[in-house]
Nanobody, 111 residues
Framework: VQLIESGGGTVQAGGSLRLSCTAT????????MAWFRQTPGKSREFLAA????????NYADSVRGRFTISRASARTTMFLQMDSLKPEDTGVYFC?????WGKGTQVPVSP
């Protein structure tokens, strides 16, 4: 399975971004998918997960109410809508499915 994240970029605090993760290869359509984040000096942090059918399963407390995870009907693409961004959301955002990781996309949030 190859995972490619996109949509990252510099944004001001209070702004929004929409990340995408496209999966190819392998048998992943019946697997849950998830977003993680790694900030400088910290371990990789779980953010949100979505079932194979597109239902969000849970969110980290740090992003609940601000981020929304979703999955396209073809189940090959996952999204993370990020609103009300804060400087502490700065990090590299990773897509995960079936023990496979993407290479990440950078999200710097300026004050």
């Amino acid at each position: 399975v190859q995972l490619i994240e996109s949509g990252g970029g510099t944004v001001q605090a209070g702004g929004s971004l929409r990340l995408s993760c496209t999966a190819t290869g392998g048998n992943f359509r019946n697997l849950n998918m998830a977003w993680f984040r790694q900030t400088p000096g910290k371990s990789r942090e779980f953010l949100a997960a979505v079932t194979w059918g597109g239902t969000p399963t849970n969110y980290a407390d740090s992003v609940r109410g601000r981020f929304t995870i979703s999955r396209a009907s073809a189940r090959t693409t996952m999204f993370l809508q990020m609103d009300s961004l804060k400087p502490e959301d700065t990090g590299v955002y990773f897509c995960y499915v079936g023990d496979n990781w993407g290479k990440g996309t950078q999200v710097p949030v300026s004050p």
